[in-house]
């Protein structure tokens, strides 16, 4: 669009593999997830990787700073992905204005008796259980929204992500997440292109010791385990923020290839690193 700041060209080696990232935040969505691979696409590009990632759709996003793809490598190409609109958010608008209605109605007839006790913001995963209050099937209910809104997501990241490389595949598959079902649009392309597949998981998944409040159900921890084996399974590397937490995932998954890359400061110096094997065909 006019007037949006062009990349520039930071200093990149000649591109001469290519990474395809599923990352639902990423410049410029200025989201706080999307400065993890901000920053790795520029490292990536010194050794020789071009980056194409498939994210969300600009016009979608709450606020967006274009100075952030100033800062990509000019090889990155970046393809939108819209989020499309279930019919379970569908239902959701129609059951909140029936709400609202049935509210007003109450409060012409009687006012409040007494006002409602404040919700923690955050559950421990020890105390979410189906009979924990009368809110647990509203949780469920808000679980399975969320799941189906960031499954018809990933569904759409499958498709741009197949015709992204209609001829050659890339040389490496790698999602970032939460949200953590980006992980299965990772998981299918891998599949499509027989290609090694990269976890970045950043946060856990099945292993978070605390939900949302309004998310604080046993279904989202079956769905959460059920996605994450399908994922981890495929995975050829599982990465996570902490070392703490890469030990927890390696001890989930024995066998499974596990490391930690921390956030970390932009000003520290990138530690010399051996190069890990990829199914044999990426380095």
């Known amino acids: 669009a006019s007037g949006r700041p062009q990349p520039r060209a930071p200093v990149e080696a000649a591109p001469s593999r ?3 990232l599923v990352s639902y935040h990423f410049p410029p969505s200025e989201a706080v997830g999307g400065l993890r691979w901000q920053r790795l696409t520029g490292i ?8 194409d990632v498939l994210t969300l759709k ?4 709450d606020s967006c700073d274009w100075t952030r793809v100033r800062e990509l490598p000019v090889s990155t190409r970046l393809h939108w992905v819209d989020q499309p609109f279930t019919w379970e958010q569908q239902f959701e608008r129609v059951a909140e204005r029936v709400w609202r209605a049935l509210r007003q109605t109450r409060r012409g007839a009687a006012t409040r008796s007494s006002p409602v006790a404040a919700r923690p913001a955050m559950v421990d995963r020890q105390q979410v259980n189906w009979l924990a209050d009368r809110r647990s099937l509203i949780r469920a209910h808000h679980v399975w929204q969320r799941y189906a809104k960031e499954m018809a997501w990933s569904k759409a990241a499958v498709a741009a992500g197949l015709e992204a490389f209609p001829d050659t595949p890339p040389d490496l598959v790698v999602s970032s997440g939460p949200p953590h079902l980006v992980h299965e ?3 299918r392309l891998a599949n499509a292109f027989e290609v090694p597949f990269v976890i970045d998981m950043r946060d856990p ?3 978070q010791t605390h939900l949302q409040e309004h998310v604080a159900s046993p279904l989202w921890l079956t769905l959460a385990e059920r996605a994450e084996a ?5 995975a050829d590397l599982v990465v996570m923020n902490t ?3 890469a030990r927890a995932m390696a001890d989930r998954w024995p066998g499974k290839q596990t490391m930690s890359a921390m956030n970390g400061w932009d000003d520290e110096p990138l530690p010399t690193t051996q190069p890990i094997a990829l199914g ?4």
């Open 185 to 187: 649009a990772g998981r």
């Open 205 to 207: 998944w099945s292993l």
């Open 58 to 61: 600009a016009e979608r996003l």
């Open 280 to 283: 044999g065909s990426a380095n």
């Open 18 to 20: 290519r990474l395809l």
């Open 243 to 245: 070392p703490s937490a």
């Open 230 to 234: 399908r994922c981890v399974d495929r």
């Open 44 to 51: 990536g590009a010194r050794r020789g990787w071009a980056a």
